[in-house]
């Protein structure tokens, strides 16, 4: 039985970006930029899609999609950054490395247009079972403002 659920109430965990996802956004045809200026036009197209895909994969026990893009410096009801917590049979004997890039090649198309952050906590059933909390994420950086502050600065 699948247990869903979504929320945008603050899970966390310490996210970092890996270097093969920096440059998969580089290559991606879409830019965030622009995926920013659309963010509002339809109801949570991208946490639908990463439901839909996570689900259709991992056939998970649980799944938790949390859109956490109100913790960030992005515009009202953006869906950039995301944690997701799979917990499925599928990784069973897949090292962390291993069940993130599995998660990753599920999600590639999000990740070239829609998601700037992702957050993964991919777990076996009896991992969750043992010890099901979440890690705190960290907080924002700065984003955009960060960015256009610093271009301000070097200017």
Known sequence: MLALRLTSRILH????????Q?????????????NMANSG???????K????????????????VINESHMHNVPE????HFKVVVVSDKFEEQNLITRHRMVHETLKNELCSAIH?????ARTPVQWENDPSLS???????GMAYEAKKNQDST
């Open 136 to 142: 705190k994420s960290p907080p924002c950086a700065g």
């Open 117 to 121: 952050a992702l957050s993964i906590q």
């Open 41 to 47: 036009t339809v109801e949570k197209p991208v946490e």
């Open 77 to 80: 009801g953006s869906e950039s």
């Open 22 to 34: 920096q440059l998969l956004h580089k290559t991606c045809k879409r830019s965030f930029a622009d």
């Open 13 to 20: 965990r310490p996210a970092t970006v890996p270097v093969a």
């Open 49 to 64: 899609a990463l439901i839909a895909k996570l689900t259709e994969t991992f056939r998970p026990t649980y799944l938790e």
